[in-house]
């Protein structure tokens, strides 16, 4: 069993350019989240993905959009990035039947804006 | 909303100490606790977690009590090792949604020395 990954592991964007993360869910994981971890900070959820839908969605603009894929993949697109959106952007999955909080987080993409 | 807040680090011990990381949580439900640990480099991996007052999570000789009359979940272990330096994030979900969307504190840095 993979676990979840992501792709890429590092990302260097300079502002207002357009940056797409992807992430593969563990084996048997339907429903996708993504977090934003700033520096220092605790993970801040973005939203969530189910039956390629967004499920809920945290305080983030709607510079942050996602897809989900039929396979339960996922992509996180940022647009018009700025000096704030760099951080670690981790992917978690898990299925709709398990309990709170049964997350599996992949290892993150380390994105940096310039 | 809710909220979770973690005893300020970093926290520095030498091996075979006592270790208490202090977590408070305000919540508008009746949510469940989780306690994370980062490792350099890798993404959040479960620790332990508690779904109800009073309930005891346990995992590698780490243990937390669900304490809601003073809100509390804190992480405590007898002895701690030069493996268990880590970040360790103490989390909520509200019980009412499925897994995802869970709220972190920012985190407690622990270096364990030989």
């Known amino acids: 069993d993979a676990g979840v990954t992501q792709s890429p592991t590092h990302l260097i964007k300079t502002r207002g350019q357009q940056v797409t993360l992807r992430c593969s869910p563990k084996?048997?994981?339907?429903?996708v989240s993504w977090y934003q971890q700033a520096l220092g900070q605790g993970p801040q959820f973005i939203f969530q993905y189910y039956e390629e839908e967004e499920r809920q969605r945290g305080n983030f603009p709607d510079r942050f959009s996602g897809h989900q894929f039929p396979n339960y993949s996922s992509e996180l697109n940022v647009n018009a990035l700025l000096l704030g959106d760099s951080a670690l952007y981790l992917c978690?999955?898990?299925?709709?039947?398990?309990?709170?909080?049964?997350?599996?987080f992949g290892p993150g993409t380390r994105l940096t804006v310039t | 909303g809710d909220s979770v807040t973690q005893m300020e680090g970093p926290v520095t011990l030498s091996e075979e100490a006592f270790l208490t990381i202090n977590c408070t949580y305000t919540a508008t439900g009746y949510p469940s606790l989780f306690w994370y640990v980062q490792y350099p480099g890798e993404g959040l991996q479960l620790l332990l977690k508690a779904t109800k007052a009073d309930d005891k999570g346990s995992n590698k000789g780490f243990e937390a009590t669900y304490r809601k009359e003073t809100t509390s979940f804190h992480l405590e272990k007898g002895s701690v090792q030069v493996s268990d330096s880590a970040v360790y994030f103490c989390a909520l979900s509200d019980r009412s949604a499925n897994a995802g969307k869970s709220t972190f504190g920012d985190g407690t840095t622990l270096t364990v020395k030989p």
């Open positions: 084996s048997g994981h339907d429903t």
């Open positions: 978690a999955s898990s299925t709709l039947a398990g309990g709170p909080g049964e997350q599996y």
